[in-house]
Nanobody, 118 residues
Framework: QVQLVESGGGLVQAGGSLRLSCVAS????????MHWYRQAPGKQRELVATITSADIANYTDSVKGRFTISRDNPKKTVYLQMNSLKPEDTAVYYC????????????WGHGTQVTVSS
């Protein structure tokens, strides 16, 4: 069982920066692919960034060049550095841990609110 706790959200002006953190409990953190999703009001949850167990990162097009995902396995933490924030980045950001080896596993945090004012 893995529990995920996000932090670092808040209110920021357009053009500003925030760094989100997600701390995991439990074991075997390093074998999980870690993801950041976001959900804006009235919209579906969307995948923002992924970092694999091999440290390979991928991003949705709208955040490429502005967001950076990273992980610190000894600290069981994944980060999302968000720069040049835009009002359309406003959403609740969720951390997700996914293991694609047996036994399959998929865990979610409770989310952290990011609000970008114009």
């Amino acid at each position: 069982q893995v529990q995920l706790v996000e932090s670092g959200g808040g209110l920021v002006q357009a053009g500003g920066s925030l760094r989100l953190s997600c701390v995991a409990s439990g074991s075997a953190f390093s074998i999980y692919a870690m993801h950041w999703y976001r959900q804006a009001p009235g919209k579906q949850r969307e995948l923002v960034a992924t970092i694999t167990s091999a440290d390979i990162a991928n991003y949705t097009d709208s955040v490429k060049g502005r967001f950076t995902i990273s992980r610190d396995n000894p600290k069981k933490t994944v980060y999302l550095q968000m720069n040049s924030l835009k009002p359309e980045d406003t959403a609740v950001y969720y951390c997700n841990a996914y293991r694609d080896t047996w036994p399959l596993a998929n865990y979610w945090g409770h989310g952290t609110q990011v609000t970008v004012s114009s």
